[in-house]
């Protein structure tokens, strides 16, 4: 059975650099079948998709955060990491990682929905 | 970016009775040449992780109950309840794959009338 474990302090002070790292079990990130991502939750802003990266390293981030956002895996340690930088209170949330499959039919995307997501963290922004 | 809209924001019904969710896409999520709505709807309890239940808008996940079935075509989709159970009170979502960014609705609140 799949599962994601999300790490990382659950407080974080604003202008700073805020690093998450999922932990795959049961399944392994090298899979060329799978994407791997991250959506964070926040009351005023809804679940918002960050970006994802493939077994091949390439990544994906939404414009919104682009600036902001970089995700990287380390294969060895079956893990994927997030890091968002210069944050804000904004930026408080819950932190989901996530498994997205690679779709046999594409659209202008080939990543599917997400299917196994982790709990989940909650990460705060504050002095 | 597509945006998507859900309605209404919440509803009440009584058990057993039907529970119908309507979600809008800004743009089609049919693709042609696949013939796929990149449509899928998710339910999410309280402290949970949200839970896929459809993808191309109508195919359910393994494990999802009969009683939830997802219609739609193009910018207008539907996730319905038939007969709503003490355990279906959640906050459900769709969310358009169609392309990048993805984009999930606001959510929809059922509760128990």
């Known amino acids: 059975q799949l599962q994601l474990q999300e790490s990382g302090p659950g407080l974080v002070k604003p202008s700073e650099t805020l690093s998450l790292t999922c932990t795959v079990s049961g399944g392994s990130i090298s899979s060329s079948d799978y994407y791997w991502g991250w959506i964070r939750q926040s009351p005023g802003k809804g679940l918002e998709w960050i970006g994802n990266?493939?077994?091949?390293?390439?990544?994906y981030y939404n414009p919104s955060l682009k600036s902001r956002v970089t995700i990287s895996a380390d294969t060895s340690k079956n893990q994927f990491s997030l890091k968002l930088s210069s944050v804000t209170a904004a930026d408080t949330a819950v932190f989901y990682c996530a498994r997205q499959q690679k779709l046999r039919y594409c659209s202008t995307s080939c990543v599917g929905p997400p299917d196994y997501w982790g709990q989940g963290t909650l990460v705060t922004v504050s002095s | 970016d597509i945006v998507m809209t859900q309605s209404p924001d919440s509803l009440a019904v009584s058990l057993g009775e039907r529970a119908t969710i309507n979600c809008k896409s800004s743009?089609?999520?049919?693709?042609?040449?696949?013939?796929?709505?990149?449509l899928a709807w998710y339910q999410q309890k309280p402290g949970q992780p949200p839970k896929l239940l459809f993808y191309w808008a109508s195919t359910r996940e393994s494990g999802v109950p009969d009683r939830f079935s997802g219609s739609g075509s193009g910018t207008d989709f539907t996730l319905t309840i038939s007969s709503l159970q003490a355990e279906d009170v959640a906050v459900y979502y769709c969310q358009q794959y169609y392309n990048n960014p993805p984009a999930f609705g606001p959510g929809t609140k059922v509760d128990i009338k």
């Open positions: 990266i493939y077994y091949s390293g390439s990544t």
């Open positions: 743009q089609s999520v049919l693709y042609s040449s696949s013939n796929k709505n990149y």
